[in-house]
């Protein structure tokens, strides 16, 4: 579609697009410039801990959060008009819940479940844990805040704005669901070709475009936080 042909609202897609881009590219680059001292510092038990698990926040908020924070402040967007409503929301946590059943099986025949622990995925979580009141709850709700809760909305506002940008009146052709299920996959590394790694990539395609294709069918995204949340990051 040409500049001319495109509506205000697509325009304006576009650009929010090019900042969550322009940003998760900038940070992505940051990152593995000092990487290699992040790794020391992260594994450096004489800093305190709340001091390393907010490095660790910071870099993946600015990875999957500052760019969809930056635009929704730029429109005035309210987390409301993302679907974290009410209405809904037992819904919405069950059908997404569904969604990963694929992933969940897959995980157990490859014998990689290795217990049940939010955010255990996450290196410095059962450290925190660990530690005294208040550090575990301030620790625990950093780590939520950065991996549970953006992680997961990142998805849901991209895909988002995907759809308004490429709009379509077929319910199972969503592009923001299929799209950002593909950046999953390549975030994550899932790709290969391997029958188990094929396997894999599938199960978090249907995990991924499940969740958003709800979240658009019940108007309520805490499916997805509540996924990243309790099942993606716990296994």
Same mark, same amino acid.
Request: hydrophobic content about 55%; proline content about 3%.
């Given at each position: ?137 301030? !620790?625990? $709700? *950093? &780590? ?7 992680? =997961?909305?990142?998805? +849901? ?52 475009? !499940?969740? $958003? *294709? &709800? ?7 805490? =499916?997805?936080?509540? +996924? ?8």
């Amino acid at each position: 579609m040409s500049h001319a042909n495109r509506t205000a609202d697509q325009r304006r897609a576009d650009a929010d697009l090019w900042i969550i881009t322009i940003v998760s590219v900038l940070f992505l680059g940051f990152y593995m410039a000092v990487q290699s001292w992040f790794v020391k510092y992260s594994r450096d038990f004489n800093i305190p801990v709340l001091y390393r698990v907010l490095a660790g926040a910071v870099f993946q908020f600015g990875l999957a959060g500052l760019g969809i924070t930056i635009v929704m402040a730029k429109n005035r967007e309210s987390f409301a008009g993302h679907g974290l409503v009410r209405a809904r929301i037992g819904q919405s946590l069950f059908l997404s819940s569904l969604c990963f059943i694929p992933t969940f099986l897959f995980l157990h025949f490859m014998h990689r479940i290795d217990g049940w622990l939010p955010f255990q995925s996450v290196w410095v979580t059962k450290e925190v844990i660990c530690k005294g009141f208040p550090v575990n709850a301030v !620790g625990v $709700l *950093i &780590i939520w805040t950065a991996w549970g809760f953006f992680e =997961g909305f990142n998805y +849901v506002v991209i895909s988002d704005i995907i759809n308004r940008r490429y709009p379509t009146k077929c319910r199972w052709l969503n592009w923001g669901a299929i799209i950002c299920a593909i950046l999953c996959i390549l975030i994550h590394g899932l790709v290969g070709v391997t029958p188990e790694d094929i396997i894999e990539m599938l199960a978090t395609m249907a995990l991924i475009y !499940g969740m $958003l *294709i &709800i979240r658009e069918q019940t108007q309520n995204a805490w =499916g997805v936080i509540f +996924v990243f949340t309790f099942l993606w990051n716990a296994m």
